[in-house]
Every structure is written in structure tokens, then in C-alpha cells.
């Protein structure tokens, strides 16, 4: 009875909802399009490359590059990898907890659910291109579309490997919480280590089912291409993410 409530109630209200917001919160992008249109060009301009880091191990590997000539993205909790400079930009999902993100001095600017989502899905509405960006998935998606939107031309990953350790995954199972005890409780084995550098990480992107992801993975590459964009993988991890192409270094 509550599914089938919820299949035919609810997520039609819901989706009337979320569809409305995005075309309010949409409407500015037509009204200051050229202005959009001139940030871009400034950063193209600017510097055309990002690093965008992630909380999976191979964020560490980032002591291995020469990251002072481009800006940088970190998401979540991924900021303790850096200790060499500020960074760019800030991200984190909606329900990453308040105690667990930097003070303001870390950061340059805060990417804000407005410049990840709304912005996003208006700028390709505009351009009319024939797909609507992969929006509300998981944050590594909800960063690259901001970054495509901004104009960057290479964006390196690091830290989005995505190499969930299957004993977690068994446990996880779709139960959803975000306090650190529960999540203690949850993987307290010897075998329960986290794919995360920091913090107790959760498979929660596998809520789509995992061949879904990689689908997801698939498509925002082939979106890419429509801004002019070049995904690379700069991790050394050999398991987990494989879809996008592989480089050493950073290329300038």
C-alpha cells in the first residue's frame, strides 16, 4: 500500500515540484546568459584545466603532482589531502554533516546547490543540447556538470575511484545514515575498511545499483564532449572506476 502510494503519489508531486523549482531557479541563467557566457570565456582565459578531488585513497596520491598552476575542486571531506595551497572551490552533498566541513579559510568560493544544479541544468537547456544533465546522483556527477558549465577544458580526477569494499557494501545494503556511531556499529569488523582516506565512507552511490553508476559514468563522458571537455584519471587504482581515460600526469 505506502509503494504504491509512493510510486503514483508522492514521486509525481515530487517530480511536478523538483521540475517547477529548476524552471524558477533556471530563469536568472536566461537573463544573464552573456554574463554566464563572459565568465566562461575569462576563465578559458584564465586557466582551462581543474583537479577535482574526491575522499577515496588515491586523493593521497596528490603529493605526486604539481598542482600550483591550476584551480582545484575538492568535495566532501577530500580537502585534508591538501595541505600545499588554498583551494578553488567547495563542494559537499546536502546532508554531509555541518562539524565535518572546513572553516572558510580553506577555500576560495562555495559551490552552492544554485551553481551545481540549477545553473547547470539551465546553461544546457539554453545551449540546447539534446540530454539533461546527470543532476542529483551522486556529488562526483553534480561536479563535473559545474565544471563543463565553467568552462574548464581538462579536468583531472583524483579520489573518485569508486572501489567499494564489497564486505561494506553487504552491510550497507541501502540503509541510509549519516551518524558517524551507526556507521561504527555498522562496519566494526576486521574486514569492514573503508575506501576512504578519511572518515567512515559509504557505498551510497550503489542506491542506483551499480551497473546503473557506470551507466551514469558512461553518459557524463559523452556529455562532455558537448562543452569541449576532456575527462582524465590520474588515480593508479587498477579496480573500481575504469570508464574515463587514464593519465600519468597532469597535462598542462
Not at 579536468?155 to 549519516?178: A, E
Not at 563522458?221 to 593508479?236: E, Q, R
Request: proline residues 4%; contains cysteine; positive net charge.
Amino acid at each position: 500500500m505506502i509503494n504504491t502510494l509512493k510510486k503514483h503519489l508522492y514521486n509525481p508531486i515530487r517530480n511536478q515540484i523538483k521540475f517547477f523549482k529548476e524552471f524558477v531557479f533556471g530563469l536568472p541563467v536566461l537573463f544573464l546568459f552573456k554574463k554566464i557566457e563572459s565568465e566562461r570565456e575569462d576563465n578559458l582565459k584564465k586557466n582551462t584545466s581543474l583537479l577535482f578531488i574526491g575522499s577515496g585513497k588515491s586523493a593521497l596520491e596528490i603529493k605526486k603532482h604539481n598542482i600550483h598552476n591550476l584551480d582545484i575542486l575538492a568535495v566532501n571531506n577530500s580537502f585534508k589531502a591538501i595541505n600545499e595551497r588554498k583551494i578553488d572551490y567547495y563542494l559537499c552533498s546536502t546532508d554531509f554533516p555541518k562539524s565535518k566541513k572546513p572553516n572558510k579559510n580553506i577555500y576560495k568560493s562555495l559551490v552552492t546547490k544554485y551553481d551545481y544544479r540549477y545553473k547547470t541544468l539551465a546553461y544546457a537547456k539554453y545551449k540546447k543540447h539534446p540530454f539533461r544533465p546527470i543532476i542529483g546522483k551522486t556529488i562526483f556527477l553534480d561536479g563535473l556538470n559545474w565544471a563543463f558549465t565553467n568552462g574548464y577544458k581538462n579536468i583531472f580526477l583524483l579520489g573518485f575511484d569508486h572501489d567499494y569494499n564489497p564486505n561494506r557494501v553487504k552491510k550497507w545494503n541501502n540503509i541510509y545514515t549519516t551518524d558517524e556511531n551507526n556507521l561504527k556499529k555498522l562496519f566494526n569488523e576486521k574486514n569492514d575498511e573503508p575506501d576512504t582516506f578519511y572518515g567512515q565512507g559509504t557505498p551510497d552511490p550503489l542506491r542506483h545499483g551499480s551497473n546503473n553508476l557506470q551507466n551514469y559514468f558512461y553518459l557524463v563522458n559523452s556529455h562532455s564532449k558537448f562543452y569541449g571537455c576532456n575527462i582524465y584519471n590520474l588515480s593508479t587504482n587498477k579496480k573500481g572506476l575504469s570508464i574515463f581515460k587514464k593519465a600519468k600526469e597532469i597535462i598542462s
